[in-house]
Nanobody, 123 residues
């Protein structure tokens, strides 16, 4: 059974940085695009960033462009989200996800989800 496990969340001051990691355990997930989504209390889950299997394609939500970067290591079965210049509105539970297809920004298109990690940005 393949599981995705996020880590790296925590409390940070506005303007600070955090690096989130996602590890796929159980086996290697081949030919999958991966993405990050976030959900704040009372809000719908929203797309943050995604990366293709080869890392040749990356896509970011407008509200994180220039602040976040995404990367992956297919040998280690890991994916990372580097978050810089964090804002209080970035506060949410962040989820990593995988889909057995091409890069996508719609949550409904992803097949496997992690449990999430809390990111809290203080003002």
């Amino acid at each position: 059974q393949v599981q995705l496990v996020e880590s790296g969340g925590g409390l940070v001051q506005a303007g600070g940085s955090l690096r989130l990691s996602c590890v796929a355990s159980g086996r290697t997930i081949n030919n999958s695009a991966m993405g990050w989504f976030r959900q704040a209390p009372g809000k719908e889950r929203e797309f943050v960033a995604a990366i293709s299997w080869s890392a040749g394609s990356k896509y970011f939500a407008d509200f994180v462009k220039g602040r976040f970067s995404i990367s992956r290591d297919n040998v280690k079965n890991t994916m990372s989200l580097q978050m810089n210049s964090l804002k209080p509105e970035d506060t949410a539970v962040y989820f990593c996800a995988a889909r057995f297809g091409r890069l996508a920004a719609q949550a409904a298109l992803y097949d496997l989800w992690g449990q999430g990690t809390q990111v809290t940005v203080s003002s």
